[in-house]
């Protein structure tokens, strides 16, 4: 018996994931043109709002308040495809689905983000969400944050930074003040440790500049080009693989009570093995118009493209307008025009009720969105960050409505205060 051909459908545009950047572009090529013929590819049942995960590990939310159903969120219009790539092939102008389904596309939107490795730190997998080792990068982890912050009663906490490039390259710090302000407010005697791979506290200058100010403050201890490797949690002990001035790794063990862990991330296997990734496997794409550098109607955006820029929720509001733009010039036949200047944005909570607002563009140059010295902690971006972010993402980026509110490149940058 000849078995029967697995289906096989084509759409004029195709997105790979329904995250931030996919929902977005989605929703706003539905806004612009409802005539158009689009289907998104997303097998989750639930949409999550990230950068909510630091303030449920803070004790600020509730995990709930983060999380929405996904077929609320869809655009209508939209062709919900609730199943998983397993493949790309882009020569052929298909993708092959988990169940072995075809789906071809005359333009394709990569919007897959990334994953978090938690399998590659020895030891870790076994002991998340218990043994006082958390992460605010996982929904059903963060409150567990929170309750060891709670729970905390002295000793060592510990909190780490991967390798970049990974989601949100703030987040690892946030949580770190928010947790050394609550354990002041609170009395207790804690001996707080940052673990980063990179070898300065924050990429841009000035606003590493600030930062050290900030962790000076709570009497934070930085061990900087340390990678962590390994994790015993009965035995509360991190492993990190320090990289000397020579290149030379040697590894050091640090005893914690409290341990947070920013996992490394990657981009998922069928982006890495397929044609459209580069080297380090992200999406090959041209960092201004987010065009693949290789097949010309294929586009990404967000964490999944290769671009130069922090993998910030932020970042992906300036992207999705360019590749609709962009995009919807291509179908009239012509040659799209909008560039994405690399910004990005992370609102640095630095104390319960404080935030200093970073935003930048590529090569690290500052652009303030505010006319306000922007190295300056502020309870109104505490505000900011808990109340207007949430409505802009919900309410505005994922409808596909567009509020553009300039960034300016600060022309005498000044020194932080």
Request: hydrophobic share 40%; proline share 7%; charged share 20%.
């Amino acid at each position: 018996m000849v078995p029967a051909p697995l289906p096989f459908s084509t759409h004029q545009i195709v997105i790979i994931g329904g995250g931030a950047a996919g929902l977005a572009v989605a929703a706003r090529l539905m806004r612009l043109n409802n005539r158009l013929d689009v289907a998104v590819i997303e097998p989750a049942e639930f949409h999550y709002y990230q950068p909510g995960w630091t303030l449920v590990g803070a004790g600020v939310f509730a995990d709930t308040h983060t999380r929405r159903s996904m077929a609320g969120l869809m655009p209508m219009g939209v062709t919900w495809i609730r199943n998983a790539v397993a493949g790309i092939e882009p020569d052929h102008n298909q993708l092959i689905l988990a169940d072995g389904q075809t789906i071809g596309y005359e333009h394709l939107i990569v919007c897959s983000g990334i994953v978090c490795d938690w399998d590659a730190i020895a030891g870790l997998a076994d002991t998340l969400g218990r043994n006082g080792v958390c992460s605010n990068y996982r929904y059903d982890l963060a409150p567990y944050t929170w309750r060891c912050i709670q729970d905390f009663t002295g000793g060592n906490a510990v909190f780490t930074a991967a390798p970049m490039p990974f989601k949100c390259p703030g987040a690892p710090q946030k949580i770190l003040y928010l947790a050394a302000d609550h354990f002041q407010r609170n009395g207790r005697a804690a001996a707080l440790h940052y673990y980063c791979a990179t070898p300065t506290i924050f990429g841009v200058p000035p606003f590493a500049r600030a930062l050290e100010k900030v962790a000076d403050r709570y009497g934070v201890e930085r061990h900087y080009q340390h990678n962590l490797v390994a994790v015993d949690g009965a035995g509360r002990v991190a492993t990190f693989e320090q990289t000397g001035p020579d290149g030379q790794k040697t590894r050091i063990e640090q005893p914690f009570d409290l341990l947070h862990v920013t996992p490394p991330q990657r981009p998922a296997d069928f982006i890495r093995t397929s044609a459209l990734a580069n080297a380090a496997g992200y999406v090959d794409v041209d960092k201004f118009s987010l065009r693949h550098v290789r097949y010309p109607n294929v586009h990404a955006l967000g964490d999944v493209a290769s671009t130069p820029n922090s993998k910030t929720a932020g970042a992906v509001r300036q992207q999705a307008p360019v590749v609709v733009r962009n995009l919807l010039a291509q179908l009239a036949g012509k040659e799209g025009s909008a560039r994405y200047d690399g910004y990005g944005t992370c609102p640095l909570t630095t104390a319960n009720g404080r935030v200093m607002l970073a935003e930048f563009v590529y090569d690290g140059v500052v652009t303030p969105t505010f006319p306000l010295n922007p190295y300056v902690e502020r309870r109104s971006m505490w505000w900011l960050k808990t109340s207007l972010l949430p409505f802009l993402y919900w309410e505005v980026m994922l409808r596909g409505y567009q509020i553009d509110r300039p960034h300016h490149r600060v022309r005498n940058d000044p020194e932080p205060a």
